[in-house]
């Protein structure tokens, strides 16, 4: 079955611009994460989605950040004002989350990112 | 804080070595604990995990065993294949985020 899709796979950007990257979970699974990767070390977790709502943004490094979810399946993740900081893979999870208060499974599935580089 | 510490790398083995990757956490209450495996030019995939203390997971021919009393969750095996090549990260999940530790290169030779 298809897995966790991100796009675009790669985006080259000039410090100031805005950027937006997409993903698409795994079909039928309400929890989405976003974490960013920097060269040499672990992914850090950026926010977390159940179906449309933030459950929990806390990992956002500042306000240039924003995540939405409308529909409760794709999400984007939107980068005001870029800066040559910014440049990581972003990657993008999603798992089965929640149903009637009890936890199908913490396993989180992820996609192959996207590798931001900011000029 | 909840975090993770794991051996550093790169390591570099022949085929017949036994490796032992050291994890260690810190945790408020009882983490799920996992590897994850990222493969030269292919997402991070879950290589196993442990949801309690003692239980053992394990996957082609890896183990780890959470050790609640010296909160540790070290990935094991036995003989390795120069596919086996990749970047090991010792990760747990605590208010659903999870935390990683910094990555282990490991690197096979034929």
């Known amino acids: 079955g298809a897995g966790v899709s991100q796009t675009p796979s790669n985006k080259v950007t000039e410090k100031g611009k805005y950027v937006e990257l997409r993903c698409d979970p795994i079909?039928?699974?309400?929890?989405l994460y976003w974490y960013r990767q920097s060269l040499g070390q672990g992914p850090e977790f950026l926010i977390y989605?159940?179906?449309?709502?933030?459950?929990?943004d806390s990992g956002l490094p500042n306000d240039r950040f924003f995540a939405v979810r409308p529909e409760g399946s794709v999400s984007t993740l939107k980068i005001q004002r870029t800066e040559r900081g910014d440049s990581a893979v972003y990657l993008c999870?999603?798992?089965?989350?929640?149903?009637?208060?009890?936890?199908?499974?913490?396993?989180?599935?992820f996609g192959p990112g996207t590798r931001l580089t900011v000029l | 804080g909840n975090s993770v510490t794991q051996m550093e790398g790169p390591v570099t083995l022949s085929e017949e070595a036994f490796l032992t990757i050291n994890c260690t956490y810190t945790?408020?209450?009882?983490?799920?604990l996992f590897w994850y495996v990222q493969y030269p030019g292919e997402g991070l995939q879950l290589l196993l995990k442990?949801?309690?203390?003692?239980d053992k997971g394990s996957n082609k021919g890896f183990e780890a065993t959470y050790r609640k009393e010296t909160t540790s969750f070290h990935l094991e095996k036995g003989s390795f294949q120069v596919s086996d090549s990749a970047v090991y990260f010792c990760?747990?999940?605590?208010?659903?985020?999870?935390?990683f530790g910094k990555g282990t290169r490991l690197h096979i030779l034929p």
């Open positions: 945790a408020t209450g009882y983490p799920s």
């Open positions: 442990a949801t309690k203390a003692d």
């Open positions: 079909s039928g699974h309400t929890a």
């Open positions: 999870a999603s798992s089965h989350g929640l149903a009637g208060g009890i936890a199908f499974t913490d396993t989180q599935y």
């Open positions: 990760a747990l999940n605590r208010d659903d985020k999870i935390i």
């Open positions: 989605f159940q179906g449309t709502g933030a459950a929990d």
